[in-house]
């Protein structure tokens, strides 16, 4: 399981870099009409645009890692769907509020912090529905292989 989590954290942190950075092109594009690597308050923070960049970069993809690396929860089988979905929204919205304060995504404001809480809901909602369509779906052909299984003729004798 172990490894598991590694493999998916690690694709989460390059899938955070790509989605972090393409964010800010477009965000800096549509209200600037400029491409922008970084916030402009970041660049305060780090003192340099590498500094910026890289910090942009890392924590983009830190978020990425903790959000795909969680997921696990739902392959938990003794948990139910409901109790995975609200672990997984709890941890994605924890990680992401200090990230998006830093890299200056948003402003620390109650109501910003609202609107991240609700769009994180609504995208762990879709994973919810997306994660019990697939369970739906495997129990479906489990319950077909399980109804239409042939026994051996070895163990139908021995019955």
């Known amino acids: 399981m172990r490894s598991r989590i590694l493999r998916r954290a690690l694709l989460g942190f ?8 393409l ?6 594009f549509v209200s600037e009409g400029k491409i922008l690597l970084f ?19 890392m924590l983009s993809g830190l978020y990425g890692a903790i959000g795909m690396g969680s997921a696990i929860v ?12 609200v672990i997984h929204y709890l941890i994605i919205t924890l ?6 304060l830093y890299l200056g995504w948003m402003s620390p404001t109650v109501g ?12 762990n909602t879709i994973i919810w529905l997306i994660m019990y369509a ?17 026994v051996p003729a070895e163990e139908e004798t021995q019955s």
């Open 14 to 21: 390059l899938v955070g870099i790509a989605v972090g950075n």
């Open 23 to 28: 964010i800010v092109i477009i965000s800096g």
């Open 39 to 57: 916030d402009s308050s970041l660049l305060e923070k780090t003192g340099s645009e590498a500094g910026a960049f890289l910090m942009q970069t």
């Open 74 to 85: 739902y392959e938990l089988e003794d948990w139910p769907l409901l109790k995975a979905s």
């Open 95 to 100: 990680a992401f509020y200090p990230i998006a």
């Open 112 to 123: 910003d912090f609202l609107f991240v809480a609700v769009m994180l809901g609504i995208a």
């Open 134 to 150: 697939v369970y739906h779906f495997k129990v479906k052909e489990l319950n077909h292989l399980l109804k239409h299984e042939k």
